[in-house]
Structure formats: C-alpha cells, structure tokens
Antibody
Framework: DVLLVESGGVVVQPGGSLRLSCEAF????????MHWVRQVPGKGPEWVSL????????NYADSVKGRFTIFRDNSKNSLYLQMNSLRSEDTALYYC????????????WGQGTPVTVSS | QSVLTQPPSASGTPGQRVTISCSGS????????VNWYMQLPGTAPRLLIY???QRPSGAPARFSGSRSGASASLAISGLQSEDEADYYC???????????FGGGTRLTVL
C-alpha cells in the first residue's frame, strides 16, 4: 500500500528556516511527480510546490516563490521542502502528495506535518 | 478569494441528487482537466474524480464529474449520510503555472 510520512514540522520564529521531509513507501517513487500542499485549519487546501520525477522541473506558488525550495532524493524515496524567511501566513498543516493519473492531481496524501510560525 | 469559484454550501436529503459547481477561466478550467476532492474533518483530502470525469479505484459510482468551457460540476446521486463533507475542485493554471483549488463547498445531508 502507498504510504507517505511527513516530518519536520515545528514551531519556528518569523524569519526562521525549516526543512520538511516526506518518506514514500509502496510505489516506485522515482517514477512520479510529487507535490507539497498546505492547509490552514478551517480553510481550503493551497498548493505549494511540485517537482518532477527526476527533479528537472519544479514550480512554486507565488506566495512561496523565492523562499521555499523543493527537492528530492530518489535513492532515499524522499521528498523535501526547504522553507526560509518564514512568515506567520506560512502557518499550516503541510501535506506531501503523490501525483496520480491524468494531470496535476493528487491520488495519495500523507497525514501532514504542522508548521507554526510565531514569536 | 479563490480563482476557482464554488458555492460555500450545498445540501440535500438522503437519496437525492446534488450538484456542486466550479467556475474558472480560460487559463485554468478552460484549458485543463478538473479534479475533485472530498475531505472529512481531521483527515487529508481524498481524490474523488480526476481528468474531469474519471473515478479512481475505490471512489463510489454515485459520484460523477463533467466540464464544459470554463466550468465544471460534481454530481452526487443517491445521496448518503456519509457524503457529508467538504468538496474541493482543482486544476492547473497555465498562466500561474501552478495548481489551483476552489474555495470549497460544505455539503450537508439533511
């Protein structure tokens, strides 16, 4: 069975940095585009970033462009999100998601890791 | 304010048919297929419909999707109490080069 396990979410001060990790199980990780999606409790999901199977292409939401970097290590079946210059509005539950069939959809999601940016 | 517009709420009685709309523009729904997600409280969203009208394995047949022009719809026939959840449409935007989500529709089964 497909399983995505995120980690790394903590409380961090504004302006600080954080790295999230997502370890993948149950599928051929290197074959798939992967995404980060975040959600503030009580609000809808917000797409953050994607990276193609080989790391050749990455895209970012305007809200995080220039501050966040997505990368992957296929030898470790792992996806990462380096978050710099964090702001209070980055506070959310961050999900790792696997891209499914078709175009830019998410057929499997992790359980999420919470990030709180607060002084 | 989301780029993809959904009604904030919808409701129906058990057995009824309910539709949820999602309106966008030429750079998103007008050019790319739409996906639908269902989210129960305290859980991650679950893919319900992809590529406008395809159901992934495990998605009940009472859920169906369609797209026309810059709008899309999710239909739920034979409404059941367990369908009470938040529903989100999603698609790629060619101009923003990113994935968009609608604001969500809370479905209540009366």
């Amino acid at each position: 069975d497909v399983l995505l396990v995120e980690s790394g979410g903590v409380v961090v001060q504004p302006g600080g940095s954080l790295r999230l990790s997502c370890e993948a199980f149950g599928f051929i990780f290197e074959d798939y585009t992967m995404h980060w999606v975040r959600q503030v409790p009580g609000k809808g999901p917000e797409w953050v970033s994607l990276i193609t199977w080989d790391g050749g292409i990455s895209n970012y939401a305007d809200s995080v462009k220039g501050r966040f970097t997505i990368f992957r290590d296929n030898s470790k079946n792992s996806l990462y999100l380096q978050m710099n210059s964090l702001r209070s509005e980055d506070t959310a539950l961050y999900y790792c998601a696997k891209e499914g069939s078709g175009w830019r959809n998410f057929d499997y999601w992790g359980q999420g890791t919470p990030v709180t940016v607060s002084s | 304010q989301s780029v993809l517009t959904q009604p904030p709420s919808a409701s129906g009685t058990p057995g009824q048919r309910v539709t949820i709309s999602c309106s966008g523009s030429g750079s998103n729904i007008g050019s790319n297929s739409v996906n639908w997600y269902m989210q129960l409280p305290g859980t991650a969203p679950r893919l319900l419909i992809y590529s406008d009208k395809q159901r992934p394995s495990g998605a009940p047949a009472r859920f169906s999707g369609s797209r026309s022009g810059a709008s899309a719809s999710l239909a739920i026939s034979g409404l059941q109490s367990e369908d009470e959840a938040d529903y989100y449409c999603s698609t790629w935007d060619d101009s923003l080069k990113g994935v968009l989500f609608g604001g969500g529709t809370r479905l209540t089964v009366l």
